[in-house]
């Protein structure tokens, strides 16, 4: 067998162990296809046991589309899956769009990169009542011992902003400052990932669908590569994702805090990454010849022969927003439960009961 240059006409044993190691190496190598939606699904899954269960329910859909994809193969029909196709570009705009929704779903209707604009109203005397009648008239209010005036704008993202002089500021505590419900993502969404993200084409697909497929000796069993191939990402999948689990869940110290931690990560991943997948797509469609360039690096394995615009789709939402985003929030939870008084330190300007129903709840 020769994983890197297989041939047509290979013993029925040898085309199926192919696929199968072929399968292995797709899964330890870092894919566009597979990497960020498992990473992002296992850290959201912030435990060993729901990240095995996200990489599996992933790998299984991956598996059918292969196994479908490797019949159509057979049957001739290979010409519509070739590597650098209009149709891989398209994928990635659907599968982007899918990451995006996914985001939203978790950050409770919110994406992630949500901005807003707020006009904070600083009292310098008395009660409510003036810093609601200039705030509903857009200008500085005097009378009855009251005295108020615009503070400074500011733009943030959600999440605990720090906003200077929380004592003095009006009673509106910037409700849309916290962050949002955070809800556990569904079980058949990685399901969905999975079925959509194989039809997107590569070096390893491209073996199956033009060499292992055509070398199956019927029609009967022209799916058998792809599903087999399906199988060998599935097997590393699901020790990857149990493993990333496991570690959200030693690094939150807390099931509370480990699903907060694996949420927000996972939002991030998802959502970011989705808008570069998007991105890279429209890309891809109007200039397909600078989207396929590539730097040849000479090693013989496949997704690391050469770096293109696949490798960096991972880079970005794996490398650089996943695992950055789960260093900074296990560090952020680290001085949370190292504030005194707390186990949960309170953020400037977001009363920590909101903080406490919002971000750490079951729900």
């Known amino acids: 067998m020769n994983l890197w240059d297989p041939q047509i006409g290979m013993a029925l044993w040898a085309v199926l162990g192919t696929a199968l190691l072929l399968g292995m190496v797709h899964g330890i190598t870092p894919d566009e296809h597979t990497w960020p939606i498992t990473f992002s699904y296992a850290v959201g899954g912030y435990s060993s046991r729901a990240g095995m269960r996200s990489a599996l329910l992933f790998s299984l859909t991956f598996m059918l589309q292969r196994a479908i994809a490797s ?8 010409r519509y899956l070739s590597l650098g196709s209009a149709t891989d570009y398209i994928i990635y705009v659907v599968v982007g769009f899918a990451m995006v929704w ?38 500085d209010h005097h009378g009855g011992g009251e005295h108020v005036h615009a503070g400074p704008l500011h733009v943030h993202a959600h999440g605990n902003v720090p906003v200077p002089e929380a004592g003095h500021w009006s009673p509106d505590n910037c409700p849309d400052c916290a962050e949002p419900d955070l809800r556990d993502p569904r079980p058949w969404m990685p ?56 570690l959200v869940r030693r690094a939150g110290a807390g099931p ?64 650089l927003v996943g695992f950055v985003s789960l260093v900074v929030e296990v560090r952020r939870q680290t001085r949370r439960t190292e504030a005194p ?23």
Not at 71 to 78: F, G, M, N, R, S
Not at 342 to 363: K, N, Q, R, Y
Request: aromatic share 6%; no cysteine.
């Open 191 to 246: 399901a969905v990932h999975g079925f959509i993200a194989g039809w997107g084409i590569g070096a390893f697909a491209t073996i199956i669908y033009t060499v292992l497929a055509p070398s199956m000796p019927s029609a009967a069993l022209g799916w058998l590569p792809g599903a087999v191939f399906g199988l060998g990402t599935m097997v590393v999948q699901v020790l990857i994702g149990t493993t990333i689990g496991w």
């Open 256 to 319: 509370d805090a480990a699903r907060r931690i694996g949420l927000v990560v996972a939002a991030r991943t998802l959502g970011v990454g989705g808008a570069a997948f998007m991105l890279a797509g429209v890309f891809g469609l109007l200039f397909p010849g600078l989207a396929g360039a590539q730097i040849t690096t000479g090693i013989k394995v496949h997704n690391l022969h050469a770096l293109g615009l696949p490798i960096l789709l991972v880079m970005v939402s794996v490398g």
């Open 341 to 363: 008084g707390s186990p949960v330190a309170e953020p400037t300007g977001v009363p920590v009961a909101a903080t406490l129903d919002t971000d750490e709840s079951a729900g």
């Open 71 to 78: 019949e159509l193969a057979y049957l001739a029909l290979a």
């Open 102 to 139: 996914a985001a939203r779903y978790i950050r409770g209707g919110r994406l992630p990169w949500h901005l807003d604009l707020h006009l904070h109203l600083k009292r310098l005397a008395g009660g409510a009542a003036a810093a609601r009648a200039a705030s509903a008239h857009g200008h």
